[in-house]
């Protein structure tokens, strides 16, 4: 064990060596040209401030996107104290959580200024995200937050609902407007802000949130059509194109869909949590459990490049057939969940 040790230790010195001499030589060559001419010669002035501002382009972008690029995709992930409300929604409280967590951290609408407007998965996944908690709110507004479809639209849902419909690419200019606009993030905000308000309402008696069967069949059957359509996005795909690793489109539907699903995973465990008494009178809770394994394996995939390969290639996967597969999964057992409820 000790000789493993100092084995490691000495790997260890050997590439810490390496790297500061990789960087000692980097620094050289940048000093030869923002310095220095090829002849050993001063360079233009020009030429050195041109040299310099490229130099700190790079690490400017570089670094800013490798430190600001993040997927956040915790399967397991729970809702802080201030989204959780006693006698409450607990899929409303998640649905805020999650959005709120983008929300902060939102990236689709970054100017060139910033070094998210160099990532393209980030911004795709998020993107997915909020059209699962989208949907989520318009169909709380629409079904959920009434009784029997009878009375008016929840003000805090209807609110909700629009806020979180806003286009996630617009900042404070760059839409062809010429007066600053709500930027996307702050939309949001108030989104969630909504939300919350609602499911205090909701602990206190004020709002509705009605746990009746039908209620639960019509949510499923919503998001069960949304699966579907992202589905047929999937297949145009990987018909249009068979490029493998070179497919510079392939990743950006990906990571929305898989936004997506990573979403309603998520809300859809804690509906079925909302709704336990009645998924259990109807003696479905493994296929509620079968339906979100199915969700949480699609989410949960993260190629490190994303392919579209032929669907029977030797050595260039389709990573969109592979997600594709656990979508429509998910989305059949899905459809045997309506038919359960409905009986």
Do not use: C
């Not at 899929?91 to 910033?114: F, Q, Y």
């Not at 996307?184 to 009746?212: H, I, K, P, W």
């Not at 869909?257 to 909302?274: P, Q």
């Amino acid at each position: 064990m000790e000789a493993l040790k100092i084995k490691a230790f000495v790997l260890l010195n050997q590439l810490v060596t390496a790297i500061k001499g990789l960087l000692g030589r980097l620094f050289e060559v940048i000093k030869s040209v923002v310095v220095l001419g090829a002849a050993g010669t001063p360079s233009p002035l020009p030429l050195r401030i041109g040299a310099a501002f490229l130099a700190l382009f790079i690490i400017y972008y570089g670094v800013g996107m490798a430190w600001y690029n993040t997927i956040a995709d915790d399967l397991w992930f729970e809702p802080s104290e201030e989204f959780v409300v006693t006698g409450g929604s607990k899929a409303v409280g998640t649905a805020a959580a999650l959005v709120d967590l983008e929300a902060n951290r939102w990236s689709p609408n970054k100017p060139w200024l910033h070094p998210a407007y160099g990532l393209d998965n980030m911004p795709n996944y998020q993107l997915g995200i909020l059209y699962a908690a989208s949907r989520f709110a318009i169909e709380l507004g629409d079904v959920l937050g009434r009784t029997r479809g009878s009375s008016a639209i929840d003000p805090d849902l209807d609110r909700a609902a629009g806020l979180l419909k806003y286009n996630g690419t617009i900042w404070y200019w760059g839409s062809g407007n010429f007066v600053p606009t709500a930027t996307a993030d702050s939309q949001y905000r108030e989104g969630v802000a909504a939300l919350v308000s609602y499911n205090q309402r909701l602990a206190d008696g004020d709002a509705t949130y009605e746990r009746r069967a039908d209620n639960l069949i019509d949510l499923l059957n919503r998001i069960a059509s949304d699966l579907g359509s992202a589905s047929a996005a999937l297949d145009e795909r990987t018909l249009l194109s068979n490029a493998g690793y070179f497919d510079t489109r392939a990743d950006d539907l990906f990571y929305n869909i898989k936004g997506r699903l990573y979403g309603y995973s998520l809300i859809l465990r804690d509906v079925g949590d909302d709704f336990g008494s009645v998924i259990g009178e109807k003696q479905a809770n493994g296929l509620w459990d079968q339906m979100l394994t199915s969700l949480r394996t699609a989410a949960a995939m993260d190629p490190l490049i994303v392919s579209n390969g032929k669907q029977d290639g030797l050595f260039v996967p389709s990573h969109l057939s592979a997600q594709g597969f656990y979508l429509l999964r998910a989305r059949t057992q899905l459809k045997e969940l309506t038919d359960t409820l409905t009986k």
